[in-house]
C-alpha cells in the first residue's frame, strides 16, 4: 500500500511555506533573518517548528522514533490535518462507527467531506461486517476511538487489527483515553501497518488540557504530509517547554492515573446503588456512561445545585445516558449526595 497515493492532488504538487529558520540550519551570531524584534525576552525569536527538542522526550516516552511524530495544537489539530491532507472535498469521504467524539465529523464537515456513519454494535465494539459494507473506494479516513468517548470502551484488538489490514484508507485509532485503559494500546503496531494513525494528548492524563498538545503517530510518510500542510509555528514556544518540563515528570502522571482509576471504581459502585440509575457501563477512560430512567431530570437536577456533566441522551444508542467525568474523591462524594436526593 503507496500512502502517497491516498493523498489529495493539491497537496502532492504543494510547494511548502519554508520558514525563515529552515534555511539556515546551525547556530549563528546574529540572526536578521526572520524580522524578529531583536531586543531580548525569553519569547523574541520564533520557536523551533519542528519541535526537536519535545519530539525527542515523547521518543522515549512512547519508544517510538522522532521521524514518526507530528505535534499538533491539541489532537484535534492532527485531526483537521489528516482530513485536510487526505480528503478531496465533494469527493471522498470518512467513515466514523457512532456513537463517538463528535470532531470527527465536525471537521469533516467544515471540510466539505462527507460523513459516513454507521453503528457500533450493542456492546459499543467494532460490527466488522457493517463497516465493510460501509466504505467505498471514496472512503480515505476510518476514525476510531479506543477508549470511545462517550462510551469508555476499548475496540477490540483484534478487529482493529482486522479493519487496519484490510481497509483500503488511513485507519486513525485515536488514544486521547489510553492510560486509564487496562490494555496497552496500537504504538507497537505503527512499524507494521503504513496506514495506521495513533493519536494521544496530554489533556487527559497528564492534566494539560489548557496547553493544547496533541501527539500524531503514523509512519514517516504520513507524518511528513502533516508537516507540509501543518502551520509552521503551530506549537508555541511556552507549550514547547512547559510540555517538555512535565514530560519529564512521567511519576506524576503515573500518579493521577492510579488514584482517578481508583476513583472510578468508587465512583461506579456508589453509583450502582443510586434508584434513579439504570446502568453504569463498565470503562478504560477517566469517565463514566451511565443511563438513567429520566436522564434529563437528574441533569436538570445536577446543574441547578452547580454540578456539570454531559448529557449524551441525544446521541443514537446513549439514550437517557449523562456522561460523567471522574473528579476528586470530595467532587464526587459530592455528585453522590445530590443524586441520592433525586
Ligand atoms: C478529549 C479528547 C481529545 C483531546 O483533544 P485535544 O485537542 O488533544 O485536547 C481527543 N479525542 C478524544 C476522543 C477526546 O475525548
Keep these: 500500500m503507496n500512502i502517497l497515493d491516498l493523498v489529495r492532488e493539491n497537496i502532492k504538487t504543494l510547494m511548502p511555506y519554508s520558514p525563515a529558520r529552515d534555511e539556515f540550519t546551525g547556530k549563528a551570531a546574529v540572526y536578521l533573518d526572520a524580522n524578529e524584534n531583536p531586543y531580548p525576552s525569553p519569547y523574541h525569536r520564533y520557536p523551533d517548528s519542528h519541535q526537536y527538542q519535545l519530539k525527542n522526550i515523547i521518543a522515549g516516552i512512547k519508544g517510538v522514533k522522532q521521524e514518526n511524530i507530528f505535534l499538533g495544537n491539541g489532537s484535534d489539530e492532527a485531526i483537521d490535518l489528516l482530513i485536510r491532507a487526505f480528503c478531496e472535498p465533494g469527493v471522498d469521504n470518512v467513515l ?11 471537521c469533516a464537515t467544515i471540510n466539505g467531506i462527507e460523513t459516513k456513519s454507521l453503528q457500533l454494535a450493542q456492546d459499543f465494539d467494532l460490527d466488522i461486517s457493517e463497516i465493510e459494507n460501509s466504505y467505498n473506494r471514496n472512503t480515505k479516513l476510518l476514525f476510531l476511538c479506543s477508549p470511545n468517548n462517550p462510551t469508555g470502551n476499548l475496540l477490540s484488538f483484534e478487529k482493529v487489527i482486522h479493519i487496519v489490514k484490510n481497509f483500503k484508507g488511513l485507519v486513525v485509532v485515536d488514544e486521547a483515553y489510553i492510560d486509564f485503559a487496562e490494555n496497552g494500546g496500537f504504538l507497537p503496531y505503527l512499524n507494521k501497518f503504513p496506514n495506521l494513525v495513533v493519536l494521544q ?6 492534566g494539560l ?20 500542510i501543518k502551520p509552521p509555528y503551530n506549537i508555541s514556544k511556552p507549550s514547547q517547554q512547559i510540555a517538555e518540563k512535565y ?3 512521567e511519576s ?22 443510586i434508584k434513579a440509575v439504570n446502568v453504569v457501563f463498565p470503562s478504560d477512560a477517566n469517565f463514566l456512561l451511565v443511563r438513567f430512567y429520566d436522564s434529563q431530570k437528574v441533569f436538570d437536577h445536577l446543574t441547578s445545585v452547580g454540578i456539570i456533566v454531559r ?5 443514537k ?18 455528585l453522590i449526595d445530590e443524586l441520592q436526593k433525586i
Design 311 to 315: 448529557n449524551r441522551s441525544q446521541q
Design 201 to 206: 494528548t496530554l489533556s487527559k492524563a497528564w
Design 247 to 249: 514530560l519529564t515528570e
Design 96 to 106: 466514523i462507527p457512532q456513537p463517538t467524539y463528535g470532531m470527527y465529523s465536525v
Design 209 to 228: 488540557a489548557g496547553l493544547r498538545l496533541g501527539m500524531c503517530f503514523a509512519s514517516v510518510d504520513i507524518i511528513n504530509i502533516l508537516n507540509r
Design 252 to 273: 506524576m502522571k503515573e500518579n493521577y492515573v492510579r488514584l482517578i482509576k481508583a476513583e472510578r471504581q468508587n465512583l461506579s459502585d456508589a453509583l450502582s446503588m
Design 317 to 334: 444508542g446513549c439514550e437517557q445516558c449523562l456522561r460523567i467525568t471522574i473528579g476528586t474523591p470530595a467532587e464526587n462524594k459530592t
